[in-house]
């Protein structure tokens, strides 16, 4: 009986991770049919981001797909930093490790966006990319106004 008693909370525990991982496991397997539709994307377990043409989207995962997502052009993006931490960091500057992780998106008007993300170097990746092809709508832009 007392072997039983001492055995309860370890069968207790394992049951809560065996539930965890199935929840999490749902979250991906919905992430994956959403993230179709995108050109490149990312899943952590804060946030799920989506890029397709000058547009990205990104939200909460969630069991039955992303929620609360937001859409933004890049055409509306005057500068891609990274935030760690509450610091923003110039282009170049990359940490190895932070707590808060935000890709930092500043707008032409009103306030700006942050894309949550667990790793620094995927947010530096994600940046680097975006700052391309941020640089290539704007020379795009330059030639048809200059035409």
């Known amino acids: 009986m007392e072997r039983g008693l001492l ?17 999490e496991y749902q979250k991906v397997q919905a992430y994956q049919r ?15 981001l989506g890029q397709v043409g000058p547009t990205l989207t990104w939200g909460r995962p969630t ?10 052009s890049l055409l509306e993006v005057d500068q891609i930093r990274l935030q760690v931490d509450g610091q923003l960091l110039e282009p170049g500057d990359h940490p190895r490790a932070g707590r808060q992780i935000y890709l930092h998106l500043g707008l032409h008007q009103g306030p700006g966006h ?6 620094v170097e995927l947010a530096s990746r994600w940046q680097k990319v975006l700052q ?15 035409t």
């Open 7 to 23: 055995w309860l909370p370890l069968l207790a525990a394992f049951v809560g991770l065996a539930w965890a991982g199935w929840h």
């Open 114 to 119: 942050q894309i949550p993300f667990t790793e």
């Open 34 to 48: 959403w993230a179709a539709q995108f050109d490149r994307s990312k899943y952590d377990i804060r946030a799920v």
């Open 132 to 146: 391309e092809l941020l640089q290539t709508l704007k020379s795009a832009s330059n030639d048809i106004e200059n």
């Open 63 to 72: 069991r039955q797909g992303p929620v609360d997502l937001i859409r933004v």
